[in-house]
């Protein structure tokens, strides 16, 4: 109940393209869902985060899509550039600061 | 943003020895810090949630007494792997909270330390 799944484990996509990760999860007293991106030997950096009330929200070239019924939300990225080739983790929080941590999506934009 | 920093960034020590890591954060107060550790090519797995003057709190089947952790102020933790072992390597990676403006309380992670036991 307190994993969160995340697909694909690896994704390429070409330059312009639109990228699509997808989470699920199982426990709804999950009340936050963030999204980081990690560079190799670099720690996560928080991309864009969102909130169970909101089924979308967008910044710049991410946009986080939320459905409560399903729960499952997804990370969409616009454009995808080769600088977004990265290592993308979802997450949902459980309980004060706790946060689950999807399996990692592996991106590569090819140019 | 609120910057999260580690120390030292990699480390390489023999078997039988104590590393210590630290973890500041840089331009806020964090009550409440975070260690984590990830494999190579894997998530990040919670080892145990450190908390400002009180002792820490593990998750299961991490030992206590092998990963040692301080949270001796409000913007520091140190995480000492003690009597290391080829298996501790691995990447060590903490996170402070922080409330942001527009994003409300929000977790900035730390840039890593690689650890490596000969």
């Known amino acids: 109940q307190q994993q969160v799944k995340q697909s694909p484990q690896s994704l390429i996509v070409q330059k312009g393209g639109i990228s699509i990760i997808n989470c699920a999860y199982e426990?709804?007293?999950?009340?936050?869902f963030p999204w980081y991106q990690q560079f190799p030997g670099k720690g996560p950096a928080l991309l864009i985060a969102?909130?169970?009330?909101?089924s979308e929200k967008k910044e710049g070239r991410f946009t986080i899509s939320f459905n409560k019924s399903a729960k499952q939300f997804s990370l969409h990225i616009m454009d995808s550039q080769p600088g977004d080739s990265a290592t993308y983790f979802c997450a949902a929080r459980a309980g004060t600061y706790k946060y689950i941590f999807g399996t990692g999506t592996r991106l590569k934009v090819l140019a | 943003g609120a910057v999260v920093s580690q120390h030292p960034s990699w480390v390489i020590c023999k078997s039988g020895t104590s590393v210590k890591i630290e973890c500041r954060s840089l331009d806020f107060q964090a009550t409440t810090m975070f260690w984590y550790r990830q494999f190579p090519k894997q998530s990040l797995m919670l080892m145990a949630t450190s908390n400002e003057g009180s002792k820490a709190t593990y998750e299961q089947g991490v030992e206590k007494d092998k990963f040692l952790i301080n949270h001796a102020s409000l913007t520091l933790s140190t995480l000492t792997v003690t009597s290391a072992h080829p298996e501790d390597s691995s990447f060590y990676i903490c996170?402070?909270?922080?409330?942001?403006?527009?994003?409300?309380?929000?977790?900035?992670f730390g840039p890593g330390t690689r650890l490596l036991v000969l």
């Open positions: 426990n709804t007293a999950f009340d936050y």
């Open positions: 969102i909130r169970p009330d909101v």
């Open positions: 996170s402070a909270t922080a409330l942001t403006s527009g994003r409300g309380e929000t977790q900035y």
